[in-house]
């Protein structure tokens, strides 16, 4: 499975972005996805998952409430939908898929990621 994550750029403080990341492989659709980001000088964190089927969305608290996630099996897509932003947002940004339905938080549960895409948020 070959992971293609979009979407990034610069936006200001309170704007919004909209992250893609496409599939190679219609494997994926059966296995959990999600979404990471690594600051400049800190270590990878999870921001969002989403289940094999579309359901149980699961944000990071910081997140939570302004980030949304979504998945199109059709098409194996995934997007990330940021509104809000804050210069605390700033990363990159790597999608991820998981090794099963189902996904616990854990970036050992990670089978593939993506390369990253660069969000940078200006205050």
């Known amino acids: 499975v070959q992971l293609q994550a979009s979407g990034g750029g610069l936006v200001q403080a309170g704007g919004s972005l909209r992250l893609s990341c496409a599939a190679s492989?219609?494997?994926?659709?059966?296995?959990?996805m999600a979404w990471f980001r690594q600051a400049p000088g800190k270590e990878r964190e999870f921001v969002a998952s989403?289940?094999?089927?579309?359901?149980?969305?699961t944000y990071a608290e910081s997140v939570k409430g302004r980030f949304t996630i979504t998945r199109d099996n059709a098409k194996s897509a995934m997007n990330l939908q940021m509104n809000s932003l804050e210069p605390e947002d700033t990363a990159v940004y790597y999608c991820a898929s998981g090794r099963r339905p189902y996904f616990s938080g854990y970036s050992r549960d990670v089978a593939y990621w993506g390369q990253g895409t660069l969000v940078t948020v200006s205050s």
């Open positions: 492989k219609r494997t994926s659709t059966n296995n959990a």
């Open positions: 989403i289940s094999w089927n579309g359901g149980s969305p």
